[in-house]
């Protein structure tokens, strides 16, 4: 855990669905409006949730599949959930606990901040301005910002890049397995939150260099 100490680092990598924000209802509504409008049946929230984690993509085609529909749906159906989700970002989310003290804490001990999400880059953006969240951060990427997304660590090293860190001193936190496989393949420590989503698996089975309850509670 030595290198996880204060004065170690220089950077953090926040993740942004279930680690900063609680989106899973947000996300119910957007994909059962665009099921209906495919005439399928509305998915229970905790079926959506084993699917949040690999980008919007990998959420409607699992959700089609989920509610019987076909894979020839998925242009229509992708189409229509950018639609009900543009019009839905942010209205049932919530902020977690501790997640405000913890970017306070991040800052006050002078790192630069980067959020990398699987989220579209568009959707991201305005979330974390609609919950007064993105002025936290130096550098906000999206899914669609490089050729491949978390669990690959491109995205990661490009946030290093950006913020001009060393992997070996720019914590990453996150929520799932897919920030922990993209962290360890970087070369950067990993932290993960324990209320998140991770594909209905426990977080405590992922290798990660600690667990904690809140961001508040960063081993900083
Ligand atoms: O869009 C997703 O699937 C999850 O996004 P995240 O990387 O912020 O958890
Ligand atoms: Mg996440």
């Given amino acids: 855990m030595s290198k996880l100490q204060s004065g170690t680092l220089q950077a953090a990598v926040i993740d942004l669905d279930g680690t900063l924000v609680d989106t899973l209802a947000d996300f119910t509504v957007a994909l059962n409006a665009s099921l209906a409008d495919s005439g399928l049946p509305a998915l229970a929230a905790p079926a959506i949730e084993r699917l949040v984690g690999k980008g919007s993509e990998h959420l409607v085609r699992g959700a089609l599949a989920e509610a019987g529909g076909d894979p020839s749906e998925f242009d229509a159906c992708w189409a229509a959930y950018q639609r009900h989700y543009g019009a839905v970002n942010g209205r049932h989310a919530r902020v977690y606990p501790g997640a405000f003290e913890g970017l306070r804490r991040l800052r006050a001990q002078g790192l630069k901040l980067a959020c990398v999400t699987n989220k579209p880059q568009s959707f991201a953006e305005a979330l974390l301005a609609d919950k007064d969240l993105l002025a936290f951060f130096d550098v906000v990427f999206g899914g669609d910002a490089f050729e491949r997304r ?12 950006a913020l001009a860190s060393e992997a070996a001193r720019t914590l990453v936190v996150g929520d799932s397995m897919n920030d922990a496989q993209a962290a360890r393949a970087a070369g950067c420590p990993v932290v993960l939150v324990r209320y998140g989503y991770n594909h209905g698996r426990p977080i405590e089975e992922v290798d990660a260099d600690a667990f904690v309850d809140s961001l508040a509670a960063l081993p900083l």
């Fill in 150 to 161: 978390k669990p690959d660590p491109l995205p990661i090293r490009m946030a290093c890049r």
